[in-house]
């Protein structure tokens, strides 16, 4: 099965490097064409455009940034689609764009999955993201085995639109998560209490994660290197939020988190680890 893999940033330079030193065979694009030399030089190929790479590939995986910028690939690629073909876009976007997405898929006689991943760079470096699947179940039965290259667990949710609305529910958790420990990070350091305290006593109790273990350290040490940006944090509160909309569901605390996100881009921290909302609740 030859793969297309469209995008190439924070996650899917690794992921498609991960697709590589599996065996797979890689034909890769991205809008600034610089930015898929590391996929290159692990042994992919190059396409001109979208539309080439989905051209010679029988499944395409995509990973851009936006919903924007996902219909738009997804409009690229179509010319190069076709019967047989399948289409697994693993961006984050709401379920709209995903129906959307899929409907311009179909229409040129290929399948459709969508399937965002829970985990950031380093999961998406050692290969164990979480995929979130929904759309043609065929397709994802196809797709497993890359999907089992790039992440330590995959699970299939329906019909086009509820793998979306599960990757939105799980950054709207992990979001209002970091609100809050940036917030009892500052309180600690105020009350002259030693945050590198605070991260060993909440490592010890009920309340441990992974995430605080993985950011604390470089909280308390005030950098904010980007495995996750900021801005598209913020940008996955604003989308859980209009699904709560959608759904008359009250969110305050989901609500009160995306305001510290929101204060975090306006002082400039849009290109900074998502970590970097302390910055805001320190403000």
């Known amino acids: 099965?030859?793969?297309?893999?469209?995008?190439?940033?924070?996650?899917?330079?690794?992921?498609?490097?991960?697709?590589?030193?599996?065996?797979?065979?890689?034909?890769?694009?991205n809008r600034t064409a610089a930015a898929a030399a590391p996929v290159v030089e692990a042994g992919g190929t190059l396409a001109a455009s979208a539309a080439d790479a989905a051209r010679e590939a029988d499944v395409v995986f995509v990973m851009v940034s936006t919903p924007e910028a996902a219909l738009d690939v997804a409009k690229a690629a179509a010319h190069g689609l076709a019967p047989g073909k399948g289409y697994v876009d693993v961006s984050t976007v709401d379920a709209g764009t995903s129906a959307t997405i899929a409907s311009i898929v179909r229409a040129a006689g290929a399948e459709f999955l969508e399937a965002p991943v829970s985990g950031s760079k380093k999961p998406a470096e050692d290969g164990a993201l979480i995929f979130l699947c929904a759309g043609d179940e065929s397709l994802y039965t196809k797709v497993k085995s890359p999907l089992e290259t790039m992440g330590k667990a995959h699970f299939f949710l329906g019909d086009v639109g509820q793998g979306a609305k599960m990757k939105l529910v799980v950054n709207m958790i992990m979001g209002s998560m970091m609100g809050a420990f940036a917030e009892g990070l500052t309180l600690a350091e105020k009350s002259d209490l030693d945050p590198k305290t605070l991260l060993e006593v909440v490592s010890l109790g009920a309340i441990a994660s992974p995430m605080f273990a993985l950011k604390g350290p470089s909280m308390v040490a005030g950098t904010f290197a980007p495995a996750f940006p900021l801005k598209h944090q913020q940008k996955d509160m604003r989308l859980a939020l209009a699904l709560a909309d959608e759904l008359a569901q009250d969110m305050p605390v989901a609500a009160a988190a995306n305001e510290l996100y929101k204060r975090a881009r306006r002082d400039g921290a849009d290109d900074e680890d998502f970590s970097a909302v302390l910055k805001a609740v320190k403000k």
Do not use: E, S, T
């Open 1 to 29: 099965m030859k793969l297309a893999f469209l995008g190439c940033g924070i996650m899917g330079v690794p992921m498609a490097k991960n697709l590589l030193k599996a065996g797979h065979d890689v034909c890769v694009w």
